[in-house]
Every structure is written in C-alpha cells, then in structure tokens.
C-alpha cells in the first residue's frame, strides 16, 4: 500500500504561475499512490480554471473513491465565508482538502475546526509579512476496506498559527480515535515533525523535509500512524519526497508491505 499526502498550491506552478490540468495529472500519476490527501484545493475557482482539482487527480490514479471538502466558500485571502453546512458552497468557488482512495470506503466523516480567533502575521510572496484573517479548517476520514482490514485514514490541512495549529491537531486526534483502528493521518500540518509527533502521540511514518519545493529544509507534510493497533499495518520500506512540476512542496510518499 502506498500512501501520499500533496500541498497542491491549487495545482499551479511555481515556475510560470499557471495552472494546467495536465501538469497536475502528470504530477500525481507519478506518484502511483492507493492514498492520496490532498491540501489546498480549489472547485470552481477562477484562478484554477474552475477545475475540480480532486477530482482530475482521482482520475490520474484511476481511483474509484474521491471525495472533496470545502473549508471555505470564496477564495482564501481574498473574499470568503464559513460553510454553513458539509453540502454548502455547489456553484460556487470553494477551497479545501481532497482524499481519493482506489481501496473502497466504507464511510465518511468530516470534522470542521475553528480559525484562530486573532490575525496573525504570514508570508506573502510580493506582499511581505501580512496580518491575515485566518481560515476555518476541515478533517476528511474516511474507512477504507483494503486487504489489510478496515483501516481509518484522514487528510487536514492545519492552521499557520503556531499553538493554534497544535490546539487543531489534538482536536483531529480527539475525533479520529472515534473510528476504527489503524488510524491514518496525512496532511500539511504546519508543524515541524518533532513537534507533530509530541502533540498528537501518534508515530511517523516518514521523516523528510517538505518544504520549500526546490530545497527542502523543514517537514510540514506528514504521515502519522495511531499506536493503537499500528502492528496491523505492514512495515514501511519506502519514504520518498518526489520533485514535481506544481507547488511549493513537495508531496510525501510512503510504502507498506
């Protein structure tokens, strides 16, 4: 089973600033993964196309099981509101996470998360350091019937800031541990790896830097496995933090078995 969790950056390149469906089916046929997570995801936004970005990379795996999840209804630091239900936002653009699976799943479950109550200074590129509003949040589980038994796996993208982010990250493990174990968590946590692996107790399964793309130095994309009942997963034989021709990081892939 090989397992991947990929920051899209809505799918466009650093290089040209372009988004093309293309590069994004290429980028994620290479990876060749049973799991995909998939963070910062566009539907129907202009800036992307109006691409389903989820779904463009389910068909690149030939993956049966796809699922997207808004976490907000506009575009992020632009105009945007709260999603005032799972089913909100059809017709209009909206950003999130992706999951897709070619194992068949059994359930779903979201979980929304609040933004930080405060702005919090960031990194534009062009604009410099900028007080932003921050984003509410979603996890995407789902129960996956694989060769293996039922497995839980979830996607997130956590907030960009720090303790607000590892208040998130506790509040994710709190209800995963709802679903059946093994548990699996993929996603860009904005934490380092040490860090991720203090506050959620849960073991990584790969250890590389992520980020930024072109030399990574630091982990924010990661695999963590709950110890409950991680004897019933396969061993890892594989990390890897491919290149790729879209974003500003680098997708993490682990094999098992």
Do not use: K
Not at 90 to 101: A, T
């Amino acid at each position: 089973m090989r397992l991947a969790t990929f920051n899209l950056l809505h799918g466009r390149s650093l290089t040209d600033g372009l988004v093309d469906p293309d590069r994004l089916t290429t980028a994620v046929t290479a990876l060749d993964a049973d799991v995909l997570a998939l963070q910062e995801v566009d539907r129907d936004q202009t800036r992307s196309g109006n691409l389903d970005l989820t779904a463009i990379a389910a068909r690149a795996l030939h993956a049966p099981e796809h699922r997207f999840a808004a976490a907000i209804v506009g575009t992020p630091g632009e105009q945007f509101r709260p999603l005032r239900h799972d089913d909100d936002g059809h017709g209009e653009p909206c950003y999130g996470i992706g999951l897709i699976s070619r194992h068949p799943v059994r359930t779903w479950q979201i979980t929304r998360l609040e933004p930080a109550p405060l702005r919090s200074p960031a990194y534009i590129p062009g604009r410099g350091l900028t007080l932003l509003r921050d984003e509410p949040r979603v996890v995407l589980a789902a129960v996956l019937d694989t060769p293996h038994g039922d497995i839980t796996v979830a996607a997130t993208h956590l907030s960009f800031v720090p303790g607000w982010n590892a208040h998130q990250l506790r509040h994710t493990i709190r209800a995963l541990r709802a679903l059946p174990a093994p548990r699996i968590l993929l996603g860009d946590l904005n934490l380092p790896a040490g860090l991720s692996r203090l506050v959620s107790g849960w073991t990584p399964l790969g250890r590389r830097p992520t980020y930024p793309a072109a030399h990574p130095r630091v982990q924010l994309d990661h695999i963590l496995a709950d110890r409950d009942h991680r004897h019933r997963l396969p061993p890892v034989t594989a990390v890897t933090t491919p290149a790729t021709t879209i974003s500003d990081h680098r997708p993490l892939v682990v094999d098992l078995g």
